[in-house]
């Protein structure tokens, strides 16, 4: 029989032997109080946690689950490739298939992709490789991006970083941190400026494709585009970090939605592994080349392309289809337009901000551009929404500095109950 158990004992027992009872800060409820919940497993639009409760879930492992939790056809390519072996490290035709397939997704602005284990290692290796090719050492990155937590990126990140509020981390030298640039989102002339500082000091720009870590802020129409234009003007790659955004706001990320320019490297994670541990890099040729074992620029993985990942990811990507991003944008579309409403009904000063299907509630009166204006909101008022919404057995992202992650198997039923939750956690956040 299983032990009863409740998720205050899990947490107290996780904090005697793991750093905040977390193995990642966004899990811990720093931001919104109470016990993370402990989850035991998870299938379709809901989570269950160790007292046997359900959830309607909008967190989605962050993000990579874009069919829904336990999709049967991705477990069973998981089982299927687990019953001929965990890992070989050495190659597997998998590898090339999901290579091929996200090669041909991106229609061209891709030739090669190189697979890693995690989002940090995807952006670390651009970076490198950015550099190697270069020569140069800067990087310029936006407040409020998150890219992962090599010790360069760490710099006003958003994500779990943001919702500490830590202006960067300990344990980074200052000299690699004077190797960040950190400008305002938004803000083409501050991307000048840089660039004039430091002539021919800037390997590149990475920038999140639309930000979603300091809760959604869209990028400005041609941002991006531009962003590539002043890189491209002066010598320096465009790293476009779509780990978040790609293959969850459409086949072709959010690149796919504002196309039109040529970033030099794309970075991907999350659905790409289907809920496995996998991400990637990937580019022109002649920009990949420069990665070992052809090009000077190291990068390695004992685990990389491992075959359960691979399969996952493969699984997953066949899966995306037209209907499943029909049905995200739907789920989204109900879910911004009602939590909207609920909000106004109590006269909660708030914008919902949008980018693709990813969204998330600000609480301010005008939307935000930027991580000052983002930081400028009502905060206090996420906390008793989100447990009001906990209480009703909705499980959203445990910070107002997390996009909602909406799933191609929120059915129906799972969005009236997200919808019938709404009016009461409208009414905890207007009382505070
Ligand atoms: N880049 C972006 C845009 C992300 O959202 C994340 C993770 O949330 C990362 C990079 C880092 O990915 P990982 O957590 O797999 O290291």
């Known amino acids: 029989m299983t032990p009863v158990t409740t998720n205050e004992a899990e947490f107290d027992r996780a904090r005697a032997v793991i750093p905040g009872g977390v193995n990642s800060p966004v899990r811990a409820y720093r931001s919104v109080g109470g016990a993370p919940r402990f989850l035991t497993s998870a299938r379709g639009s809901r989570v269950?946690?160790?007292?046997?409760?359900?959830?309607?879930?909008?967190?989605?492992?962050?993000?990579?689950?874009?069919?829904?939790?336990?999709h049967p056809e991705v477990v069973a390519a998981v089982q299927d490739a687990a019953s001929r072996g965990l890992s070989f490290g050495a190659s597997t035709p998998a590898e090339t298939e999901l290579a091929e397939l996200v090669v041909a997704r991106l229609g061209g602005a891709i030739e090669e992709l190189r697979l890693v284990s995690t989002g940090t290692e995807a952006t670390m290796t651009a970076i490198r490789l950015a550099r190697g090719i270069t020569g140069r050492p800067l990087v310029v990155k936006f407040a409020g991006h998150y890219h992962g937590h090599s010790d360069g990126l760490l710099a006003e990140a958003g994500s779990g970083v943001a919702t500490?509020?830590?202006?960067?981390?300990?344990?980074?030298?200052?000299?690699?941190?004077?190797?960040?640039?950190?400008?305002?989102?938004?803000?083409?002339?501050?991307?000048?400026?840089?660039?004039?500082?430091?002539?021919?000091?800037?390997?590149?720009?990475?920038?999140?494709?639309a930000a979603a870590n300091m809760g959604v802020v869209a990028p400005d129409a041609g941002y991006n585009a531009t962003l590539a234009e002043i890189a491209h003007e002066h010598g320096a790659l465009l790293i476009l970090?779509?780990?978040?955004?790609?293959?969850?706001?459409?086949?072709?990320?959010?690149?796919?939605?504002?196309?039109?320019?040529?970033?030099?490297?794309?970075?991907?994670?999350?659905?790409?592994?289907?809920?496995?541990p996998l991400a990637a890099l990937g580019g022109r040729r002649e920009v990949m080349e420069h990665l070992a074992p052809v090009g000077p620029v190291y990068q390695a993985g004992t685990l990389s392309g491992n075959p359960l990942s691979v399969a996952a990811g493969l699984a997953t990507l066949r899966l995306a289809d037209g209907a499943v991003y029909d049905r995200l944008y739907h789920v989204s579309a109900i879910l911004q337009r009602e939590v909207s409403a609920a909000l106004a009904r109590e006269g909660v000063a708030h914008r919902v901000q949008v980018a693709g299907n990813l969204f998330s509630v600000l609480f301010a009166d005008s939307p935000a551009r930027n991580y000052a204006e983002v930081q400028a909101q009502d905060a206090k008022r996420y906390a008793p929404f989100f447990q009001s919404m906990l209480a009703q057995g909705i499980l959203l992202p445990p910070s107002v500095f997390e996009a909602w992650f909406v799933m191609a198997a929120h059915d129906d039923e799972a969005i009236a109950q997200i919808v019938d939750a709404l009016p009461a956690a409208a009414r905890a956040a207007a009382r505070i």
């Open 48 to 70: 269950t946690d160790v007292e046997g409760r359900e959830y309607v879930d909008l967190v989605a492992s962050w993000g990579p689950a874009i069919l829904g939790h336990a």
């Open 164 to 209: 500490l509020a830590l202006p960067a981390s300990a344990g980074v030298p200052a000299p690699i941190a004077a190797q960040t640039l950190v400008l305002p989102y938004n803000d083409l002339g501050a991307v000048r400026q840089a660039f004039e500082a430091h002539p021919g000091e800037i390997a590149a720009i990475i920038a999140e494709a």
């Open 241 to 276: 970090d779509e780990v978040l955004t790609g293959f969850r706001v459409g086949p072709q990320g959010y690149w796919g939605l504002d196309q039109g320019y040529a970033p030099d490297l794309f970075t991907f994670g999350k659905v790409i592994g289907g809920g496995m």
